[in-house]
T-cell receptor, first 120, second 114 residues
Framework: EAGVAQSPRYKIIEKRQSVAFWCNPI?????LYWYQQILGQGPKLLIQ????????DSQLPKDRFSAERLKGVDSTLKIQPAKLEDSAVYLC??????????????????FGPGTRLTVT | GENVEQHPSTLSVQEGDSAVIKCTYS??????FPWYKQELGKRPQLIID?????GEKKDQRIAVTLNKTAKHFSLHITETQPEDSAVYFC?????????????FGTGTRLKVLA
């Protein structure tokens, strides 16, 4: 079975430039997550989609970050303008779960390879 | 808000010994508890998970135990091998506004010494 795909794998930009990341989840997975993982830390959820709707974006810095999942399949995450502290690995993950509380839906998350962003 | 505490932050064991990593969560509605292994430069990989309706689950050398009363769950690795060296993360889906979101622990760097 094909896994979660992400591109690019690496990106180096200067501060104040913009960058976009792409994610294609596992076929049939309704829920898609974008995480930011700073070196030495655990993944931090930026935004969570269920199909093409946003479930949670409370930790997304909305003044510079944006994300969309227009057709409920693949997704893009954009940063504009980038700051030095945005240097991190951006992980996309997907799961079958539809987000309802206490359901028996599968919660397992599968991660993509990530995009390593360096802002200089 | 919801949080997940993970201990220890680093753990060194001799090859063949056991390793135990513990996580404590705050959201009593959490009902799914996965553990991920992340090798350097690679993506997190799910290694074992447990639902809230069971207290323990084993898969060869790894096991997870859950104590819902105390709100903690633990990863147990027996007969450790050098390839077990990695960073391990626990996660718990916190409940927010009727839906859930994953909250990850801060990670445990496990070193298995040959």
């Amino acid at each position: 079975e094909a896994g979660v795909a992400q591109s690019p794998r690496y990106k180096i930009i200067e501060k104040r430039q913009s960058v976009a990341f792409w994610c294609n989840p596992i076929s049939g997975h309704a829920t898609l997550y974008w995480y930011q993982q700073i070196l030495g830390q655990g993944p931090k959820l930026l935004i969570q989609f269920q199909n093409n709707g946003v479930v949670d974006d409370s930790q997304l810095p909305k003044d510079r970050f944006s994300a969309e999942r227009l057709k409920g399949v693949d997704s893009t995450l954009k940063i504009q303008p980038a700051k030095l502290e945005d240097s991190a690995v951006y992980l996309c993950a997907s799961s079958l779960a539809v987000g309802a509380v206490r359901t028996l839906s599968s919660y397992e998350q599968y991660f993509g390879p990530g995009t390593r962003l360096t802002v200089t | 808000g919801e949080n997940v505490e993970q201990h220890p932050s680093t753990l060194s064991v001799q090859e063949g010994d056991s390793a135990v990593i513990k996580c404590t969560y705050s959201d009593s509605a959490s009902n799914y508890f996965p553990w991920y292994k992340q090798e350097l430069g690679k993506r997190p990989q799910l290694i074992i998970d447990i639902r809230s309706n069971v207290g323990e689950k084993k898969d060869q050398r790894i096991a997870v135990t859950l104590n819902k009363t105390a709100k903690h769950f633990s990863l147990h690795i027996t007969e450790t091998q050098p390839e077990d060296s990695a960073v391990y993360f626990c996660a718990s889906p916190g409940v927010t506004s009727g839906t859930y979101k994953y909250i990850f622990g801060t990670g445990t760097r496990l070193k298995v010494l040959a």
